[in-house]
């Protein structure tokens, strides 16, 4: 690396999908044994327990499978350390040996975007059969539809959608539509 800075920022480190908290056990645990753990302010595994209101069981729902977001200050030893450690594919942007951060805009976007999900979760309880939706995002933008089928456990909907004047079919995530009032 041609320049050190001392200054913590965001980087993005790309691990095995479905172990994100090992991994983030594994990085903190060898951060402390080989005193670099100064160098790191946050380890970030976006994601957020969800709580079904069917059967009042939790699970971690997570936003980004197989990425860690980790803010510190970069040196060839921290690359080289989280690199080593088991599970970790390495770094998104950049090259091996000089990672290229991510601006602290685009985390914030990300961390909104997560609280948004989260809320439209909590309202996602009231999506019925039969409920007449328009669609906010995506290719069909725009678009009105009819409930077809909730699958809440995915949080998915299957909407019928009027395209050339029959009935179409679209399977979409809760937070690309909104009920029409």
């Given at each position: 690396m041609s320049?050190?800075?001392?200054?913590?920022?965001?980087?993005?480190l790309q691990t095995s999908a479905g172990y994100e908290?090992?991994?983030k056990l594994l990085i903190e645990k060898e951060l402390k044994l080989q005193g670099q753990d100064a160098f790191v302010e946050e380890i970030f595994i976006p994601s957020e327990e969800v709580t079904s209101k069917k059967n009042d069981k939790t699970r971690k729902v997570t936003y980004y499978p197989g990425?860690?977001?980790?803010k510190m200050i970069i040196s060839p030893?921290?690359?080289?350390?989280?690199?080593?450690?088991?599970r970790v594919s390495g770094f998104i942007g950049g090259t091996k040996e000089n990672p290229v951060f991510v601006p602290e805009?685009?985390?914030?976007k990300i961390l909104d975007q997560i609280q948004n999900g989260i809320k439209q979760t909590e309202a996602d309880s009231t999506f019925q059969v039969g409920d007449k939706i328009i669609v906010i995002e995506?290719?069909?933008?725009?678009?009105?539809?009819?409930?077809?089928?909730?699958?809440k456990e995915h949080s998915k909907l299957s909407?019928?959608?009027n395209i050339f004047g029959r009935p179409t079919p679209l399977e979409l995530s809760f937070d690309k539509v909104k009920p029409i009032e």
């Open positions: 320049e050190q800075s001392s200054e913590k920022k965001w980087y993005i908290a090992r991994v990425y860690i977001f980790i030893d921290l690359i080289s350390l989280l690199r080593g450690i088991n805009s685009e985390i914030n995506g290719p069909f933008a725009e678009f009105n539809g009819t409930i077809d089928n909730v699958d909407v019928l959608v």
